[in-house]
């Protein structure tokens, strides 16, 4: 039951459903999801390292840069979860701002790696 806790837990900072709703969108550098969240590196990471430590994310490293995907979801409830944030934060006008945010940034920055 810890687990199942901490697992919710997880989803109880907004930093953290936005960067899952970013994540809805494929795989993200930490630099994009800073450029979008206006919050620094150290943030972002502490946030990131909790959604990894609780099953939500994974991540790859490429040269300096490291990058964020959603994690496959082994067990029906994570499975469930995933779908109706997927449903849900999508419809939230916050997120569509920081969709809105992503793009413009991705147009104009330079590769991270």
């Known amino acids: 039951m810890r687990t199942t806790a901490q ?11 936005r ?3 970013l994540l ?13 969240l ?4 150290s943030t972002i990471s502490r946030h990131l390292a909790y959604l990894r ?7 790859r490293r490429l ?3 490291m ?4 994690a496959e979801m082994p067990t029906p409830l994570g499975r469930e979860l995933l779908e109706l944030l997927a449903r849900r934060l999508t419809e939230l006008p916050d ?15 330079k590769k991270c790696a």
Request: include cysteine; charged fraction near 25%; charge should be negative.
């Open 7 to 17: 697992f919710f837990k997880a989803l109880s900072e907004e930093p953290r459903l």
């Open 19 to 21: 960067i899952l709703a």
């Open 24 to 36: 809805l969108l494929g795989e993200l550098c930490v630099c994009d999801l800073m450029a979008v």
């Open 38 to 41: 206006q919050l620094p590196q």
């Open 53 to 59: 430590n609780t099953g939500w994310v994974k991540d």
């Open 63 to 65: 040269g300096v840069w």
């Open 67 to 70: 990058y964020y995907r959603l």
């Open 95 to 109: 997120t569509l701002q920081d969709y809105k945010t992503l793009e413009e940034f991705q147009r104009t920055k």
